[in-house]
């Protein structure tokens, strides 16, 4: 059983700066993906970046430039680093998880999904 927990949300005035965490927790001995997605009020969940264990990294158009991506392989977390926020970028920011190996070796190709972090951008 793989668990997710964010935390760093918050309310935070436009062009400023949140850094989100998410660590995983359970028999984990690597995950091949890990990411955050966001769910603003009406709008389905999309995708604002992913990176790979070994480094690779994907991004939307929306927030290339103003938001980094980074983990921390030896504890299982990902962080996101988001700067020039605007108020298009409120939303619940939810982190996931795919490709777990746990510490016997085990693969499991199923997704896994944090409870979610506000991040509400107002003057």
């Known amino acids: 059983q793989v668990q997710l927990v964010e935390s760093g949300g918050g309310l935070v005035q436009p062009g400023g700066s949140l850094k989100l965490s998410c660590a995983a927790s359970g028999s984990i001995r690597s995950i091949n993906t890990m990411g955050w997605y966001r769910q603003a009020p009406g709008k389905q969940r999309e995708l604002v970046t992913t990176v790979t264990v070994g480094g690779n990294t994907n991004y939307a158009d929306s927030v290339k430039g103003r938001f980094t991506i980074s983990r921390d392989n030896a504890k299982n977390t990902v962080y996101l680093q988001m700067n020039s926020l605007k108020p298009e970028d409120t939303a619940v920011y939810y982190c996931?998880?795919?490709?777990?190996?746990?510490?016997?070796?085990?693969?499991?190709?199923?997704?896994?999904w944090g409870q979610g972090t506000q991040v509400t951008v107002s003057s």
């Open positions: 996931r998880a795919h490709g777990v190996i746990d510490r016997l070796g085990h693969y499991y190709g199923m997704e896994y």
